[in-house]
């Protein structure tokens, strides 16, 4: 099977940094996209920042220029170091990843467990 692990987030104060890690592990054919995803307390979960096989990325508006993903395509690991950290961007951080196992016949998506991330004084 498949798993992906977070690890890295904690409290922090506004403006601090964080650098969020994200593993993938088990029987992995291919990795597509992986990214990442975070869900505030009674809103939608929305899409940080990705990153695709060639390393293209794509960010929200709100993570531009503060956030910065990046991959260790030996290690099967997503990063996401950010930066300039508000209080809006507490949430729960999700790993998430396009993947084709051995077993699979088709690339899905995979969902860490998430690691909590709280920006507070």
């Known amino acids: 099977q498949v798993q992906l692990v977070e690890s890295g987030g904690g409290l922090v104060q506004p403006g601090g940094s964080l650098r969020l890690s994200c593993a993938a592990s088990?029987?992995?054919?291919?990795?597509?996209?992986m990214g990442w995803y975070r869900q505030a307390p009674g809103k939608q979960r929305e899409l940080v920042a990705n990153?695709?096989?060639?390393?293209?990325?794509n960010y929200a508006d709100s993570a531009k220029g503060r956030f910065t993903a990046s991959r260790d395509y030996a290690k099967n690991t997503v990063y996401l170091q950010t930066s300039s950290l508000k209080p809006e961007d507490t949430a729960v951080y999700y790993c998430?990843?396009?993947?084709?196992?051995?077993?699979?016949?088709?690339?899905?998506?995979?969902w860490g467990q998430g690691t909590q991330v709280t920006v507070s004084s």
């Open positions: 990153i695709g096989r060639g390393g293209s990325t």
């Open positions: 088990g029987s992995i054919f291919a990795i597509y996209t």
């Open positions: 998430n990843a396009n993947i084709r196992g051995f077993r699979d016949s088709r690339a899905r998506d995979y």
